[in-house]
């Protein structure tokens, strides 16, 4: 069955970048879109973007200019890194599959989440 | 900006019927999906294009969708319904989740 893991880093500076990766089991990350969704304490689930192994991605209006998402088909993972983060940025990571670009099957597998916090 | 509303919250009786609304300007121009989240837990895909249950899911879960508004039914509500549950949708590419509702079994 799919299976997915993010790992990276509990703790980052402000003004520094947050890096993530989602090991993915199960299926080549070659088919299907991924994506990342975060969750702030307490709060509501927020989509960050989702990409394509071949490149294409698309991203939140509002934290474009600050995220980059990528893809290592080699090792079937693929990574998250958002720019200049502040306390905003506090939240737990998901990493999910999205079958397809159209979204009509929603996000269908996510991982256990990661949580991430950011302070000096 | 495009917006998803839900009601912060629902309560419900084991045994009876809960209803959670979901309502956005472009809802209606494209699929809507449902996810349960337990306390705790990752979000589960309850439903996808607006009324189809994933494998496993019980049937006691249904989805509809009329104009811009989205429902998600939980018939027969059962003491582990108990969770949070986001409304999803997509404004062209940009995906967007509602403001999630707390559904409590008295």
């Known amino acids: 069955q799919v299976q997915l893991q993010e790992s990276g880093p509990g703790l980052v500076k402000p003004s520094e970048t947050l890096s993530l990766t989602c090991t993915v089991s199960?299926?080549?990350?070659?088919?299907?879109?991924w994506s990342w969704i975060r969750q702030p304490a307490g709060k509501g689930l927020e989509w960050i973007g989702h990409m394509y192994s071949s490149g294409s991605t698309y991203y939140n209006p509002s934290l474009k200019s600050r995220v980059t998402m990528s893809a290592d088909t080699s090792k079937n993972h693929f990574s998250l890194k958002l720019s200049s983060v502040t306390a905003a940025d506090t939240a737990v990571y998901y990493c999910a599959r999205l079958p397809n670009t159209s979204g009509s099957y929603g996000f269908d597998n996510w991982g256990q989440g990661t949580l991430v916090t950011v302070s000096s | 900006s495009y917006e998803l509303t839900q009601p912060p919250s629902v309560s419900v009786s084991p045994g009876q019927t809960a209803s959670i609304t979901c309502s956005g300007d472009k809802l209606g121009d494209k699929y809507a999906c449902w996810y349960q989240q337990r306390p705790g837990q990752s979000p589960v895909l309850v439903i996808y294009q607006d009324s189809k249950r994933p494998s496993g899911i019980p049937e006691r879960f249904s989805g509809s969708k009329s104009g811009n508004t989205a429902t998600l039914t939980i018939s027969g509500t059962q003491a582990m319904d108990e969770a949070d549950y986001y409304c999803?949708?997509?404004?062209?590419?940009?995906?967007?989740f509602g403001t999630g509702t707390k559904v409590t079994v008295l």
């Open positions: 999803q949708g997509w404004d062209t590419s940009t995906g967007l």
């Open positions: 199960g299926v080549s990350i070659n088919t299907y879109y």
